[in-house]
Each structure stands twice: as structure tokens, then as C-alpha cells.
């Protein structure tokens, strides 16, 4: 099978968008109360919507996208996130359904770290080791909020200033996160960080996908492309060795389109560490940091498809192996393993811990500056 073919214009068109910025209006962007936390806060959300009649929720908590509501081959529209009717689940049961994740998404081994010679100790929240920021992540925290638009598409901003020792990390960071969702029912994701002292940081966004709907059930026959010749293998605990190893002739190769299901039952030690596929392509680029296609993902059913682009190093690829049915989610959906897959681009796991890989150190005075962008588009049926 060849790869999926792209429209090479979305590399400039999400770079003008910025420069037509208009007031806010309510047709493509408004809020309304989502709910209210035990402890007495209230959740806004935000609905984002396009001239195509496509729309995106996304909550001040943890800047969590709770619906994206896009068409199918037929023009009908579903809702292709998990997530969850009630705000408090975000705290309680969720596994960063939507979230943005920070400082440091994914893994850092025995949440330990070395950064100019001061030891640092995070919150173990995983196997024994640090995940996804820790007990209180960004994931957790109400942000600050401001909707805007532009000629051809809504904007929310969100930022929130993380405390010197915050969950461990050194340095008050200051982090604000530009959601852009436009007339061609593309989410672009800006994230933009400064600190006062030496820290890290990695940050993401942890959106389950089901491209049949939310609800749909399995992704196995989700036909996916990963824009990577190889990949970080893990140890049994998901903390990668260091090596960074050919995908050809493995599970992980998917340089040519193939159904997620296909390999995901290979007998691999790999793909038993991950219970499926939960590691992280080590994605190909002209040069570093290049804004460049990572992935492509279709539904044969639906043929709703996602093109991701990213200048980041890295993408995790996540199967929700450890969805297992005990959470109820929207419309009472209970999900079920590999019921969704997440795309979170990113630095390598455990980059502190590892000198070969992309450094993820950002120092004062420097700009930590990411783009991410969803296409969510349609292919016929070839
Ligand atoms: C991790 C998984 C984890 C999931 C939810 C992914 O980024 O790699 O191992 O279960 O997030 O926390």
C-alpha cells in the first residue's frame, strides 16, 4: 500500500493565519459554563466552529478537548473524541482524555533528573517512574482563558504560570497554548513556554482519536502512516534504552500505510512491553525541527481521515491498551481497549535522562515554541 497523498499547501497556510486576526465573533467561537468541580470551581467550555460546519470543545481545565465534531465521506457529522459528560472525571478517572500535558509529557525514568549539576525528584505516578507532569499536571490546572477569531477561524488561547518546584521541576514557566481550528477543519496547537531558572519541558496534547466516532469501538482497522524509519524501543517499565532502532521488518513499520491491527498481535517483546503500540517514532525531517507531515491515520469505514504535521522530534503512538471498559465516558460509553489512538507529538521520552537524544532543556531568556496541526479531512476509497 503507498503512503496517503497530502496537500503540500498546509505547511504555509497555518503560518498566515495569525496575521488576519479580527474581534471575536460569536458564529465561530463561544462559552458557556461545562460544569462545576467538587471543590466548588467552575469549568468553562469553549466551542470552536468552522464555515464548514465542523465545531471543536475545548475546557479552561486542562485545556481539554472534549468533542470534535467532523464530517464523514457523506458529509454526516460524529464526534471522534473520547472524553466525558461530567468535569470531575477529568480529575478522577481520566487517562489525559484531550489534555494538554505538561511540563514533561511522557516518562521520566525513577522521576529522576540531573539539570547543571542539581539533582531533581519528581511525583512517581507510573511503573516507577514520572508521567505526564505528575500528580497535579497541567492537565489538572484551570487556565487562564481568551477567545478571539480571525477571517477564517476561531482562536482560544490559554495560559497559566507553573511555580518554581512545581510537582519538582526548577523554574517559575510561564506557558500559554494557541488552539486555531479554521474554515478547512484544521486544529493547529501553538505552545510557547519561558522560564526564570533551568528547567524541562515537553509538552502535548493526549486526544484519544476514534475516526468512526467515539463510541464506534475498535481502531484496528484505522489505516495508518508514520512519516519514521525508526523508532525508541523501551524497557519493561516504557523507559526507552537508548537506542533508537530500525522500524523495517518489525511491527513498528508503518513508512507504508497498514491497518493498526495488523502487526499490533505480533509476538514482538516490544509490542508486549506496550501491550500494543505506546512508543514513541523518531519522525523523519529535511532538517531538525522542520514543520513537515508525521503521520496520516483514515478510516475505511467513515473515511474520515487526520493528517498530522509537527516540528517536533518525536510521536507517540498509543493504542489505549490500557482503556479497559471500567470508566464511563460520553453518552455513557464505556471504553474499551483500543477503542481510540492518541498522536502526541513530542520530544523523546526521557530526553532529561539521555544526552543522544533532542535536548528538551529550556533556560531563561530562551523561547520554548512548537507547532502542531490537525487536518481532519476525508479519503474516498481507493
Ligand atoms: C502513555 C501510556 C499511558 C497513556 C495514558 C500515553 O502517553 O504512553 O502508557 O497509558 O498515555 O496515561
Redesign the pocket.
Known amino acids: 500500500m503507498k503512503k496517503f497523498l497530502i496537500c503540500p499547501a498546509i505547511v504555509g497556510a497555518y503560518l498566515s493565519l495569525v496575521s488576519c486576526m479580527t474581534n471575536e465573533n460569536p458564529d465561530r467561537i463561544s462559552v458557556k459554563q461545562f460544569g462545576v468541580l467538587d471543590d466548588g470551581r467552575a469549568v468553562q467550555v469553549y466551542t470552536l466552529k468552522n464555515s464548514a460546519g465542523s465545531s471543536i470543545d475545548i475546557l479552561d481545565l486542562g485545556g481539554i478537548i472534549t468533542a470534535i465534531n467532523v464530517p464523514d465521506r457523506d458529509g454526516t457529522l460524529a464526534d471522534i473524541a473520547l472524553g466525558f459528560d461530567n468535569p470531575e472525571q477529568y480529575l478522577t478517572d481520566s487517562?489525559?482524555m484531550g489534555a494538554l500535558v505538561g511540563r514533561y509529557?511522557?516518562?521520566i525514568a525513577k522521576g529522576k533528573f540531573t539539570l547543571d549539576g542539581n539533582d531533581y525528584s519528581l511525583a512517581i505516578n507510573?511503573m516507577g517512574n514520572a508521567?505526564?507532569g505528575g500528580i497535579v499536571g497541567f492537565d489538572k490546572k484551570i487556565w487562564q482563558s481568551a477567545a478571539s477569531t480571525a477571517d477564517d477561524a476561531a482562536i482560544l488561547t490559554l495560559s497559566l504560570v507553573s511555580p518554581d518546584g512545581d510537582e519538582g521541576y526548577p523554574g517559575a514557566l510561564s506557558a500559554t497554548v494557541t488552539y486555531t481550528f479554521d474554515d478547512q477543519n484544521r486544529l493547529t496547537i501553538s505552545y510557547h513556554a519561558t522560564t526564570d531558572k533551568a528547567t524541562v519541558v515537553n509538552l502535548t496534547n493526549?486526544s484519544y482519536f476514534n475516526l468512526n466516532g467515539h463510541n464506534a469501538g475498535s481502531i484496528l482497522d484505522h489505516v495508518m502512516m508514520i512519516n519514521a524509519a525508526t523508532y525508541t524501543p523501551v524497557d519493561e517499565t516504557?523507559i526507552p534504552t537508548r537506542e533508537i532502532s530500525p522500524v523495517k521488518g518489525t511491527a513498528f513499520d508503518f513508512e507504508n500505510a497498514k491497518p493498526i491491527g495488523r502487526d499490533i498481535g505480533a509476538g514482538e517483546q516490544q509490542i508486549q512491553y506496550?501491550l500494543g503500540y505506546?512508543h514513541n517514532w523518531v519522525l523523519e525531517k529535511s532538517s531538525p525541527n522542520d514543520f513537515e507531515l508525521a503521520a496520516a491515520v483514515y478510516s475505511p469505514k467513515s473515511g474520515r481521515m487526520i493528517s498530522l504535521y509537527t516540528d517536533q522530534p518525536g510521536l507517540?503512538f498509543?493504542t489505549g491498551?490500557?482503556l479497559d471498559g471500567t470508566v464511563t465516558g460520553k453518552d455513557n460509553t464505556r471504553y474499551q481497549k483500543r477503542g481510540a489512538f492518541?498522536l502526541?507529538t513530542q520530544h523523546f521520552p526521557d530526553s532529561p535522562n539521555h544526552p543522544n537524544f533532542p535536548t528538551t532543556i529550556l533556560r531563561p531568556g530562551e523561547t520554548y515554541e512548537t507547532t502542531t496541526v490537525f487536518e481532519f479531512g476525508i479519503l474516498e476509497q481507493d
Open positions: 487517562p489525559y509529557a511522557n516518562r507510573n508521567l505526564h493526549h516504557l506496550g505506546d507517540q498509543y491498551n490500557f492518541c502526541e
